[in-house]
């Protein structure tokens, strides 16, 4: 069983910064893709960023220019640096992990981003 565990959500204002980052419980995979979906109230899980274990990355519209994806492939984890937060940007964050093109998705408990005004 995979487990993904998030930190480092919280309050911040807007245009400040917050980094969350995603460790994944084993090593048994080196993961083909990870990342970062959010869900705001009344709305569906949406993509954020993803990042596969070669390094390239995509970024949804709303947060290119703004948020980094990264990865450390030797502790199959992943980050999100988020900068120039907006109030739209609070949500929780669920991180992400697939094992192959095709393969089991496994999700965090999601970590809560509030972005106050």
């Given amino acids: 069983q995979v487990q993904l565990v998030e930190s480092g959500g919280g309050l911040v204002q807007a245009g400040g910064s917050l980094g969350l980052s995603c460790v994944a419980s084993t090593r048994r995979y080196n993961f083909y893709a990870m ?14 960023a993803t ?4 390094g390239s990355t995509n970024y949804a519209d709303s947060v290119k220019g703004r948020f980094t994806i990264s990865r450390d492939n030797a502790k199959n984890t992943v980050y999100l640096q988020m900068n120039s937060l907006k109030p ?14 095709s393969g089991a998705e ?3 408990q999601g970590t809560q981003v ?3 005004s």
């Fill in 106 to 108: 496994y999700w965090g």
């Fill in 35 to 48: 990342g970062w979906y959010r869900q705001a109230p009344g709305n569906e899980r949406e993509l954020v």
């Fill in 51 to 54: 990042i596969r274990s070669g």
């Fill in 88 to 101: 739209e940007d609070t949500a929780v964050y669920y991180c992400y992990a697939r094992t192959s093109s």
């Fill in 114 to 116: 509030t972005v106050s």
